[in-house]
Structure formats: C-alpha cells, structure tokens
C-alpha cells in the first residue's frame, strides 16, 4: 500500500491546515481549517477543495481553533459525509464557534450586498445552518484510547496543552509506521489546562513552528495586567482588550481573578463582550477533565478561578453599545483578538482617538489586520468606512501566547528518543520556519522538510 501526506494548508503560512494522508485508496484528512489574514490567503477559501470531499474517508481534528476547523461547514456542504473525530472539549467548542462563523458570513455578505459588493449578490463562504450539519459527524473520543480509521490506520489523541481540548495526533499505519502531527503545542505551566504530553517516536512528524524561532519574554502577565489596570483607574478610562474568544480570554479572566485574589488590582467593572467568549467560559468552567492540577484546586476551594469579581458577560448587542459610552474605569475583554472583526471594532471606533484609553493586544496579531496595523504604529485608520486617528495608548501582553515557543517546541522534541525520519514543518512563516529547520538540523541532526503549498511527499520511505 502507498503512504502520502500532501500538505493543502498551513504551508508556509500559519493559517488553514488540512493535510491529506493518502493510505493505498484511502484519504484521511487531519484537520480542515480556514486560510486567514492576506486576502490572497482568504481567497483560497473561495476556491474549491484540492481533493473531492465526497471521497474522504475520515477526518481526525487536533483542535478547534478557525484555522483548523474553520472549513468543516464547507467540507460537509461540498459532499463529505464521513466521521470526524474530536475531543470532547474541542467538539464543545466546534458548537460553539462554527454556527457562530456562519452567523457572521451571513452578516457580512448581507451588508455587503448593501453597500454594493464587487462580487453580485455576495454570498458566505456558508451559514449558520451548515454548521450545525457539521455537528452531526462529530464523533468525540477521549484522550489515549486508539481508534480505527480505514486502510487499517488507527490514532489516537495526547494532551498538546495549546485550548481547551486540545490534542496531538499519534496514528499508526497498517505497516506499523507511526505519523505524530503536532497540531498546535502549547505551553508548560499555563492557566487552566494541562501541559502538552511527553511524545518519545514517531517515523514521521509534522510539527507547527508558529514561534520557532523566538523565545516568548518571561515578564509575568499579572505585573503589565496590574500596571493598564492602575493606568485606567487613575485616568478613569477603558481598557479594551481585544482577546480571542476561546482560551485567551480565559485566561486574562484567570489572571484578574488571581490579580483581585492577592490584593493587586481594585474592584472595577470587566465587561467581557462577546456571546461566544460567554458561551466559551462556560465549557472551560465544566470541562474538569481538562484541567490541570492548580485549577481543579482552585475550583474545590470555590474561588472561581475564571470569574473575577465586577465581571458582567455582555450577550445583548445594545448592551454592547451602551459601553461606548460608558465612563471608565473599566475593562471590556471583546473578540476578535485580531481586532479584524467582532464587537471590539465598534469600541476601537469609538474610543481610539482618545489618549486616556488603553488598548491591550493579547497575541498574535497576522499581517493586514487591524490589530497589526495597530500595533505597527499607525496614527490612522479605517473602521467601518471611517478615518479614525489613533491617540490612544497601544500595547501588547506578548506573554501570553498559547503557543510553544522556540524553547518550548525544542523541550517537546526533546521528548523524541530517536530522530523521526523525516519531520515536517508547518505552521509557521516562512522566515521563521527557516530558522527552526535549520535548529532541529544543526542542533539534533534531523531530516527536516518545509513543504510548500499542495506538495505531497511520499511516506514510503
Ligand atoms: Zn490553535
């Protein structure tokens, strides 16, 4: 039987991972997400999968992050009927953000249609009612128990530490060949949930390199959230904290909540504004078996760890607005983390050209959105048709990542007790991914690829 994997995503950038392993006539796909950031990345979401969904065999998810998950809807939309297997966290959370996905294509195609759309009439990529499609093939599997794919595959998933649910993928072939994808790594001692497992061989490893080729600054998130949090209380002003919905945003509640436990920060209104960050909480506040050590803890002692006091979840869209004008001190936590979408964008608007405000950027930010722009240092810029000019103050907690640094991912290889045959790195920039190949070369003299966009390699080796 022939073994491939073609790489149709997340080569050479860090969005839409989908690879393909071709196992004699079958095809399991890992992971369907969708291409963000550039519109010549976005644009590829338009264009028709490089496989027929249809004859798809399976499809293992590592997590349910967009860019892993994102094209589910469109894959079930365009003929795919099989399972999908997930954790049963990351499956919660798929309920979560995909409907919620279609929901604003929706929206964002009707006001396009309004304003007078280059492509008539514009339409989104797929509803909210595709997505609940989706969640009909969903199969949820735990951690560590093996599973049979077709073409006598079998996987199963270890902990990768990254969100809630989060897993990377070990998958045995018929010819007792082992495939280890990484998904995306996480971090050692973060809050809330589990450290990325040990993982000790693989023939064949694909790994993300996001930050392969710096370490993450070692300040404490709780001294720069402590020091803005002083800053808007003296100047009776807002915090806006763009923040992704589904761990970020937990975690920042976990560090205010600690914040307030030791004393540090006063009591003053965190307003978390985002139906989806609402629900998502919710999931991390009852997924026990993801926790770790210090949060099951925490939770037996009744301290809530991810409710600080003052915390309001803001579900109402006029309630939302309301906060425009609300006087601070305050917080509001808003997706998108990006600042390239979501409610954060209408308190940007409406409170960037004040210099009393302070925006906090809480991760990675993709070239061409706001949030880079933003953080470039542009003293202009345009939200929703209008020229607003940037005189509030701009900062990043660049501590805070849900991603394995260099330091990290090299700690997570070193699990490794011999080198794989041939490791493939994806995930990353390309800059960075030319870093990171030459470290794991030079450093453990391993044979390292860096595929290139649709390239497929032959595991026959
Ligand atoms: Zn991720």
Known sequence: MAHSIQFQGAARTVTGTKHLLRVGTKQILLDCGSFQGARE????????????????????????HQDHIGMLPKLVKDGYRGPIYCTKATRGLCAISLPDSGRIQEEDAYH???????????????????????????????????????????????????????????????????????GDLGRYDTPIIKDPEVMDFAEFLVIESTYGDKLHPTVNPEDMLAEVIHEAVDRHSALLVPSFAIGRTQELLYHLRRLQLANRIPRIPIYVDSPMATSTSDLYGRSNEEWDDEMSLMVQQDFDPIEPEGLQYVRDRNMSKALNVQQGPMVVIAGSGMANGGRIQHHLLHRLSDPDVQVLFTGYQATETLGRRLLDGADRVWIFGNEVEVRAKISRLTSLSAHADQGELMRWLSGFKSAPKKTFIVHGEPEVQDIFAAKLRTELGWEVAIPEHMEEFSLDI
Do not use: C
Not at 131 to 156: C, E, N, S, W
């Open 112 to 182: 396009a249609n309004k304003r007078g759309s280059r492509h008539q009439p514009a339409l989104p990529l797929y509803t909210e009612q595709d997505a609940y499609a989706v969640m009909k093939q969903l199969k949820t599997v735990p951690y560590h128990q093996f599973i049979d794919l077709p073409g006598g595959v079998k996987f199963r998933y270890f902990s990768s530490g990254h969100i809630l649910g989060s897993a990377f993928i070990e998958l045995y072939f018929e010819n007792g060949q082992k495939l280890v994808f990484s």
């Open 41 to 64: 990345l976005r644009d590829r979401n338009w264009e028709p999968f490089n496989f027929d969904p249809g004859e798809i065999d399976a499809v293992v998810l590592s997590h349910a």
